[in-house]
């Protein structure tokens, strides 16, 4: 039986629990849904499963009605739709963090929960390079300390706390462990933990580049202009070159140190348009061609 508080994306949640109510009445079908929604175009519903359409709120009220979802499912179908339909990751933010809580409430056990607090703190990829090394002893003041900038002991033992929990380290013979050299999330999160871990680590950027120890940073940079396909070439280089670098890290057995590395690659233009100075010259260039040709000139 479809549980919505399993969903994160609504549309994917409409296309199953619509399946799933087809399977348990063959006569059940888009046009059925429709006059049940009230709706006139009997593929509406379809267009909205497909991403062509959006959802409305009246019409999330009525599907709400129709699917019998009592008042919790009602809430969590809402956020569900407002953070889908958010433009901002600061609103995608409010209404999936609005998400979680209701899960947390309802005590369901979902892996998209502490993947989006893995990642939505900024230090918690950090401890989990820093629990590992030989020179911890279980102080969790010394491990705080040893992050850059420094937290709290109470931070570090709830970061160690949810990576357990995570499955990202384990204990083994009384010493942590990472579960996997490298984490892997689903595509469920990009949107959302994703960003925010990108922007605090560039947060953390800025303040390297704003301190004195040159020698343990290196910040490059370059501006270019190429086409499209050149663009896409480079994207696919930063992607190897990263996985160049996390099979050095794999193999370094002497780490002492834990770093982070940004790869940016953005637009800082956009296409150019004619103004009208430009249009009437090419429109005189063309012109003199023109008479060129005609009188014989070369």
């Known amino acids: 039986m479809i549980t919505i508080f399993e969903y994160?994306?609504?549309?994917?949640?409409?296309?199953?629990?619509?399946?799933e109510k087809k399977q348990r009445n063959s006569s059940f079908s888009h046009r059925v849904l429709a006059q049940k929604l009230g709706l006139s175009t009997s593929n509406y519903v379809m267009l909205i499963m497909q991403g062509k359409r959006n959802l409305n709120a009246d019409l999330r009220f009525k599907m709400s009605e129709v699917f019998k979802h009592n008042q919790k499912e009602a809430e969590y179908f809402e956020e569900m739709v407002n953070f889908a339909h958010a433009k901002t990751d600061a609103e995608k933010n409010f209404h999936f963090t609005r998400m979680i809580s209701m899960r947390k409430f309802l005590k369901m056990t979902v892996l998209d929960d502490s993947q989006y607090?893995?990642?939505?703190?900024?230090?918690?990829?950090?401890?989990?390079?820093?629990?590992?090394?030989?020179?911890?002893?279980?102080?969790f003041d010394v491990l705080a300390k040893a992050v850059r900038p420094p937290i709290t002991a109470a931070q570090a033992k709830r970061s160690v706390k949810l990576l357990i929990g995570c499955g990202l380290i384990t204990l083994?013979?009384?010493?942590?462990?990472?579960?996997?050299?490298?984490?892997?999330f689903k595509k469920s999160m990009v949107s959302v933990a994703v960003t925010n871990f990108h922007r605090e680590m560039c947060k953390r950027a800025i303040e390297a580049l704003d301190s004195?120890?040159?020698?343990?940073?290196?910040?490059?940079g370059c501006t270019l202009h190429v086409t499209r396909k050149t663009f896409d070439l480079m994207k696919e280089?930063?992607?190897?070159?990263?996985?160049?670098l996390l099979?050095?890290?794999?193999?370094?057995t002497e780490a002492?140190?834990?770093?982070?590395?940004?790869?940016?690659?953005?637009?800082?233009?956009?296409?150019?348009?004619?103004g009208k100075k430009t249009v009437d010259a090419e429109k005189r260039s063309k012109e003199n061609t023109d008479a060129e040709r005609l009188s014989g000139e070369p």
């Open 117 to 139: 607090e893995y990642l939505s703190t900024w230090y918690n990829p950090v401890i989990r390079e820093l629990v590992t090394q030989p020179e911890w002893n279980g102080d």
């Open 237 to 244: 280089e930063l992607t190897q070159c990263r996985s160049r």
């Open 256 to 274: 002492d140190g834990v770093y982070h590395i940004n790869l940016h690659l953005f637009p800082v233009s956009c296409p150019m348009k004619k």
């Open 8 to 19: 994160i994306d609504y549309r994917q949640y409409l296309c199953d629990l619509f399946e």
């Open 172 to 184: 083994n013979n009384g010493r942590y462990i990472q579960t996997s050299p490298v984490v892997t």
């Open 247 to 252: 099979a050095m890290a794999e193999a370094d």
């Open 212 to 220: 004195n120890d040159r020698e343990n940073r290196n910040m490059t």
